[in-house]
């Protein structure tokens, strides 16, 4: 165990990360040594920021925590403490099912952490974090919670109601993150649509991220996860006239079929959908749209899952996910319905939908071949720069491999116009241009 040091173990989405990031600073300004998913877990003090979400989410966190179980007992770490989202909603359960954990600790009150290890909180430092990305791009968070009531969802029985940040805290911090070396920033939230409705009395997305445009020295701004649903078109303006917003949008629809819209509580048709997408694709020419589905919803029947597969045959998403229904305690689809697809049928169709996908995938990065982009690099591995076009989200899509070559001076966090010379469904290869 080394004395001084907290090993922090984040689960989840990118948001967790955000909150991880800030505690971490906390720690360090108060004089620890702080590392980040460590490939050695022996601090004095651990903590394990959970994912709630699904129930693979919640049998990753408990099996870490287990793991973890066997290090305390041999006192190869200290305290370990448990915060995030998996833990604000069965405190009381994990309690009994986790006696070897020390403390407990929900979404929002992690800053109590410092407070029972006898450190200080430092409010000056609220909105510094001490950044796990590579040093060229971070997450913007802009929000917390969400007024959805989409039926299968328990994200907001964890996050409670939509609290909007003020726009300039936001464009404060992402100044802070750009004086720090930070060229891209992915700005994220549970619901980006919902921004500044419950603060501003209107959608405010278009206008925050003219803001952000603004700030000197950001070269990429890309959007996550938004909703169709009373959609601020305006936010295409922005994205079709600022050069360094991404044409680029990650907006989940989970669905197409008008059944399951419905039981879903997705507020939209399935003809709405259509229109919504065509409208985007319109406005902004050349955008790459990622998008989410969900396979095994209660009641789906095969027509409802035909009609998802022909749809995304039609749409041709650029970046797709899925994933199955999972029937989680307490939203309106476990309250109102029975989980009635069975887990093989469920799986079943995620095989076929993301099937179909991966060829979309593939010709749509074959489309690029013989295209020069802009590439940012994220990392050197063996004889190739690892990148990204402004088209590819760190993480989740397709990456750049260009080789290195002895005239091409360049280091990780730069840009370099690179030509596509080779792709497949998961991977494009360039030659730079120098």
Known sequence: MRKNKVD???????????????????????????EHDPKKVNGEIVIVNTCGFIDEAKEESLNILLELESAKQSNRIGKLFVMGCLSERFATDLKKELPFVDRFYGKFNWKDVLQDVGKSYYADLSDERLLTTPKHYAWLKISEGCDRKCAY????????????????????????????GVKE????????????????????????IERLADIDGLAWIRLHYGYPANFPYNLLRVMRERENVCKYLDIALQHISDRMLTKMRRNITGAETHDFIARIRAEVPGIHLRTTFMTGHPGETDDDFEQLLEFVKEARFERMGAFVYSHEEGT???????????????????????DIQQSISAEVN??????????????????????RTEY??????PEVLIERKENHSSTIGDFCNATIVKADAFELYAEPVF
């Open 8 to 34: 922090i173990i984040t689960l989840g989405c990118s948001k967790n990360i955000v909150d991880s990031e800030r505690l971490m600073r906390q720690f360090q300004a108060n004089g620890f040594r702080v």
């Open 332 to 354: 309106y689809s476990y309250r109102h319905y029975s989980d009635d697809v069975p887990d093989s049928v469920k799986r079943q169709r995620l095989d076929r939908l993301m």
């Open 153 to 180: 969802c328990s994200i907001p029985l964890m996050t409670g109601k939509y609290v909007s940040r003020p726009a300039d805290e936001i464009v404060k911090e992402a100044q802070s993150l750009v004086k720090q």
């Open 366 to 387: 074959e489309d690029k071949v013989g295209k020069t982009f802009r590439v940012m690099l994220d990392r050197c591995e063996g004889d190739y720069f690892i990148g």
């Open 185 to 208: 920033i992915q700005v994220i939230a549970q619901d980006l649509t919902y921004y500044g409705i419950d603060l501003y009395r209107y959608a405010a997305l278009p206008e925050l």
């Open 392 to 397: 590819d989200s760190p993480e989740i899509d």
